[in-house]
């Protein structure tokens, strides 16, 4: 028979670990909340037979979530269509700060700031896996599903990593239920987005590399809105370019008439390739 002295193990329900997690991205946004990139915006609405699509450059404050987007430079192809909100699902993030419209409609995140172990138990059902990387690390893989009670917020479900080192999150793959959009003058309740986000650490901070949206509103009626982050630096001869602030109830189309297309600027940046259903689209073959 032996005897085996363990050293004290202490465990922590995960609630622990997303409040830290919580409370290190709400201190990365307040050091980089005015820290900007550039992305690549392509946005795709069709109805029926009709079919648009928008590409842009556009620059964001890019620390924990997209916001304060502008665009440089865009160019619109097929259906025109009217004002439309349904852009603002960009600034969504497993924390959303400094974002007026999401801030009004008390959007409900995993990761919202503030948030302790009521406010999980009130939202909430997580269950959770501890994954490897491949690399010798370790990753939360969360599943975060809504209370059957709260049927009216906008919220986000579905998974999110976390880095179980670091707790920064890397990606998050859900939906955001109870979204109230508008097309035009018509209004959809209750929509559900589809919604992919991924993260990045390549200067120093938790930033959006890439976020996709994606609403079927009605039948024959969707939209899809992808970004992009690229590589390219923000020069300083362009902080002053001419640009157009993404702002609510303004249409995509008039955004894209307000800068115009500058054939110099996207001759220098990086495009990102069509699919075949888009590249019809801007070569006109469908309408």
């Known amino acids: 028979m032996m005897t085996t002295l363990m050293r004290e193990v202490t465990i922590h329900p995960i609630e622990y670990w997303l409040k830290k997690a919580s409370k290190k991205l709400s201190g990365e946004y307040r050091r980089f ?14 109805r029926d037979t009709l079919k648009s699509l928008v590409e842009a450059f556009v620059d964001a404050n890019s620390a924990v979530n997209l916001r304060h987007i502008i665009m440089r430079t865009g ?77 009216r917020q906008p919220i986000i479900t579905g998974f999110l990593y976390l880095d179980a080192k670091t707790l920064s999150p890397l990606v998050l793959h859900g939906r955001i239920e109870n979204v109230l959009v508008w097309i035009g003058e018509l209004r959809f309740r209750n929509c559900k987005v589809s919604l992919h986000l991924e993260y990045t650490t390549v200067n120093g901070f938790l930033e959006v590399s890439n976020i996709t949206t994606f609403c079927a509103i009605e039948k024959g009626l969707t939209n899809r809105i992808t970004l992009f982050r690229l590589d390219e ?16 109830k303004k249409s ?25 259903e888009e590249r019809l689209i801007a070569t006109g073959f469908l309408k």
């Open 33 to 46: 909340r005015n820290r900007k990139a550039r992305y690549f915006y392509r946005e795709r609405i069709k």
């Open 252 to 276: 995509i189309v008039k955004h894209v008439s307000d800068v115009g297309y500058d054939s110099a600027f996207w001759a220098r940046h990086q495009v990102i390739m069509q699919t075949e």
């Open 75 to 151: 160019r619109q192809m097929g259906a025109h269509w009217g004002t439309s909100e349904l852009w603002l699902n960009a600034q969504v993030g497993v924390m959303t700060k400094g974002v007026k419209y999401w801030k009004e409609k008390e959007l409900i995140s995993p990761l919202s700031p503030g948030a302790g172990e009521a406010f999980y138990k009130k939202y909430y059902d997580i269950t959770y896996e501890l994954l490897n990387d491949g690399n010798g690390g370790k990753i939360y893989q969360l599943y975060f599903q809504k209370k059957k009670e709260n049927t």
């Open 233 to 248: 630096e923000i020069s300083p001869d362009e902080i002053n370019y001419r640009a157009s602030e993404l702002g609510e």
